[in-house]
């Protein structure tokens, strides 16, 4: 287990320098590097890499699997600083008092998300924005309040995001709609018909994965419809911060890794494998993409319900993405799974990551793209035109076209074997990795 701060620097230096002696010195001949997603501790994190590594070692078992080659794995788990919601066991004790201490009381189970956007804001900002949270409902003029407060965080793009779409909404279509952002945050929770026909247990279940939301949070249904509620909004915020958060580890603290492990002296064979869930994969991606240059290929990369933009590879009339140099950096298919049960990533998500757009941009498209800011993980790859192909989950028995004539990306329509956010432990997946494992590298690795 590697650990990471927030600016992404390694805790951790001496095991980094373990890992790449290793590499240097001993025959490993595979290093697969895994990367969580948010609101992930220690524990939940080093339980789903190990529950994975067994998984994929129990199928090849099971059904006799064989490398075709030696087999010397080291295996890397990347932790990075993801958690800001607190849940059960860990809720702040409630203290009978002044108001406060009510306020304290009342936001006990979030006050870790609130402790990570807090520390975002000017000291001049906070009490006004402690007394903001402290209200079941704001206004709109307090909500623009709370915009210009956090207008730090909300200023900021991200590199998988489309460029295209981050201007300003224009003068006439704020005078239509009041502020963009403002009515962003007032569509968030508006549950459609169809939506409200899902269990909310189920949607709790996943919403709680991707942040570790209390299960007994209203998700659903009319009573949160166009209501401007402060902790919801600082919700959208802080999945927003960690977005941003995952893109630093990766750049700052894995790419440096990254490039030490490709440029190990005389193991230019050994092949590296970057495994990403939902915001894993952004670390995996900025730590790919993030250096000016790699001193050869990764070898391959398996993207797990990622919590990226769907348009991150893509290079067409819309623009080019920012992850569009790891199709070109890595050298097997990108194999990127995304499942229409995930509710997080269909639902939540492309709210968190507007920033200043037009609220009008949250919707399909009339000619069927999806919103602009919608995940990789809930929609699959779009414009890379014959660079992508989405094809069905594959299950043992059949392979994944992974040869010279193989697109860049496979968006992997994943909904038959995958449920929800978090299930990502299963035989589709540790299948998936085998294709990985096996296939022969593509030209130079």
Not at 38 to 61: C, E, H, P, S
Not at 153 to 172: C, K, Y
Not at 260 to 286: F, I, M, P
Not at 402 to 422: E, F, K, N, Q, W
Request: proline share 6%; aromatic share 8%.
């Amino acid at each position: 287990m590697l650990p990471f701060d927030k600016v992404g620097s390694c805790t951790g230096p001496r095991t980094q320098k373990h890992i790449v002696d290793q590499v240097r010195s001993t025959d490993i001949t595979d290093v697969f590097v895994f990367a969580h997603g948010w609101n992930n501790d220690w524990n939940v994190a080093t339980k789903r890499y190990r529950d994975f590594i067994d998984g994929y070692l129990g199928l090849r078992r099971e059904r006799g699997l064989e490398t075709g080659r030696p087999l010397n794995p080291l295996l890397v788990g990347v932790f990075w600083p993801s958690t800001a919601l607190v849940v059960g066991s860990e809720e702040g004790l409630r203290i009978a008092g002044g108001a406060t201490d009510d306020r304290a009381a009342k936001h006990a189970l979030r006050h870790g998300e609130v402790e990570a956007v807090a520390a975002e804001l000017s000291e001049r900002a906070l009490p006004r924005f402690y007394e903001l949270l402290d209200r079941d409902e704001i206004s709109e003029i307090e909500a623009l309040d709370l915009k210009e407060m956090l207008k730090p965080l909300l200023e900021r793009t991200s590199e998988d995001d489309p460029a295209e779409f981050m201007a300003n909404g224009d003068e006439e279509s704020q005078g239509r709609q009041g502020d963009p952002t403002v009515a962003t945050w007032r569509s968030y929770g508006a549950a459609t018909p169809e939506e409200r026909r899902e269990d909310p247990h189920k949607i709790a279940e996943q919403v709680a994965d991707f942040g570790r939301v209390p299960a007994a949070e209203p998700l659903v249904g009319a009573s949160v419809l166009g209501k401007l509620d402060p902790r919801r909004i600082l919700r959208l915020v802080t999945v927003q911060l960690m977005k941003d958060r995952a893109g630093t580890v990766g750049a700052k603290g894995v790419a440096p890794l990254l490039v030490e492990l490709l440029g190990a002296a005389n193991h230019q064979d050994t092949r590296v494998h970057l495994l990403g869930h939902s915001y894993g994969a952004k670390v995996c991606l900025s730590a790919v993409c993030y250096p000016s240059a790699l001193p050869r290929q990764v070898t391959s990369m398996l993207l797990l319900q990622p919590a990226v933009n769907h348009r991150c590879f893509a290079d067409d009339e819309y623009g080019r993405g920012g992850y569009h140099a790891a199709l070109d950096r890595v050298n097997l298919p990108i194999l990127s799974t995304y499942s229409t049960h995930d509710w997080p990533l269909r639902h939540v998500f492309q709210y968190a990551a507007h920033r200043t757009v037009d609220v009008n941009e949250i919707r399909i498209a009339a000619d069927g793209r999806p919103d602009p800011y919608s995940a990789l993980g809930g929609y699959g790859p779009w414009g890379l035109g014959d660079r992508a192909k989405l094809v069905d989950v594959r299950l043992p028995d059949e392979r994944y076209n992974l040869g010279a004539d193989a697109p860049h990306v496979y968006g992997v329509r994943a909904s038959s074997t995958i449920s929800g956010h978090g299930d990502i432990n299963n035989v589709s997946t540790w299948w998936a990795l085998d294709n990985l494992v096996t296939a022969d590298p593509r030209g130079p690795a």
